[in-house]
């Protein structure tokens, strides 16, 4: 297939496995269209226009040409200069090249923009009982300090680099984490684990989760104990990054009682324990991976043939269809 078509295929995923209510993405899409519509030519430059069809600002071709045929990719959680001189080298040695590297963290504009995809964070909280405005002004906050942060970056270190050696770059971050969060969530839901070894044992039943535990990074619990009753249980996997760390409160008060992330900081970690919030940490690349193995299932399902996946950077390709 076209990159065009795998990346469409994408953002279609994504939106399938969005948690938030079809009609605010709706609504989020037409705002995007009408604030384009008011723009002067010369700012109209400068504009993304893949926002006008793909909420998930992380998530972008950033080099290459979209008509470029899609077979062959080098996929990875982190894909920066080491990772794309790999597949230059690599694409030298062996007759069949790599077509595409595919990253799952964001480079370029794509993590220039990172902060925005965080409003995707309100709607979740505000599905799982939060005040609204509370949400929003908490977020906000945040948002602002992820765009601070980000902003002194080599954003496009990583991507001058595949440009000048030619090779097609993607990042697929939030479409990718939108599956995983859809796919636990589902778990959890259909399975209803009693304790929170149940969840442990429901994540470590799943192929990527259980390689991770065998590389030393299992699931763990970091707040409660194996014999704590899990209570609902929110998924925060997806959003661009971690959220406002005054949160946790409002999610004891909406009926949370324990969270599975990727990751916590010692901060978040903190304010989660003062709220008394069950925390289980399933692993960042373990995550990742899955997601974006999630993510490449529906791909191949959608185009109806099969990519050749070469992992490397944390990745290994496992298909759940």
């Known amino acids: 297939m076209k990159l065009k078509d795998f ?5 279609a995923t994504g939106l399938k496995n969005d948690l938030r209510p079809p009609e ?3 609504r989020l ?3 995007e269209q009408e604030k384009y519509n008011k723009l002067s030519s010369e700012d109209r430059e400068t504009f993304d226009l893949d926002g006008l069809f793909n909420p998930y600002a992380d998530s972008r071709i950033l080099t290459g040409s979209p008509e470029v045929e899609v077979k062959r990719l080098l996929a990875g959680i982190d894909m920066e200069v080491g990772e794309v001189l790999l597949a ?31 409003e995707l964070q309100v709607d979740l909280f505000i599905k799982a009982g939060v005040t609204p405005s509370l949400a929003e002004q908490l977020m906000e906050k945040r948002m602002g300090e992820v765009e601070r942060r980000f902003l002194p970056l080599n954003h496009n270190r990583t991507v001058d680099v595949a440009r000048l050696l030619n090779l097609p770059m993607i990042c697929l971050h939030t479409v990718a984490d939108n599956c995983v969060t859809k796919y636990l969530t589902d778990l959890f839901e259909q399975k209803r684990p009693a304790r929170l070894e149940n969840v442990l044992a429901i994540l470590k039943e799943i192929p990527e989760y259980r390689k991770s535990s065998r590389e030393s990074v299992p699931p763990r619990i970091l707040n409660g104990s194996e014999n704590s009753r899990a209570g609902r249980i929110y998924v925060d996997m997806t959003g661009g990054t971690e959220g406002p760390k005054d949160i946790f409160d409002q999610q004891v008060a909406a009926g949370i009682s324990t969270l599975v992330g990727m990751h916590f900081s010692e901060e978040a970690l903190e304010k989660c324990k003062s709220a008394k919030l069950n925390v289980i940490v399933a692993g960042h690349i373990a995550s990742d991976t899955l997601g974006l193995n999630l993510l490449l299932d529906q791909i191949e399902k959608e185009a109806g043939e099969e990519l050749e996946v ?3 950077s944390g990745f290994e390709r496992i298909k759940h269809l």
């Open 7 to 11: 990346y469409q295929k994408a953002v």
């Open 310 to 312: 070469t992992g490397v």
């Open 88 to 118: 230059y080298v690599l694409n030298k040695e062996q007759s069949k090249k790599f077509d595409l590297i595919l990253a799952h963290h964001p480079e370029g504009r794509a993590l220039a923009q990172l902060y925005q995809v965080m």
């Open 24 to 26: 605010e993405i709706s």
């Open 29 to 31: 899409l037409l705002a």
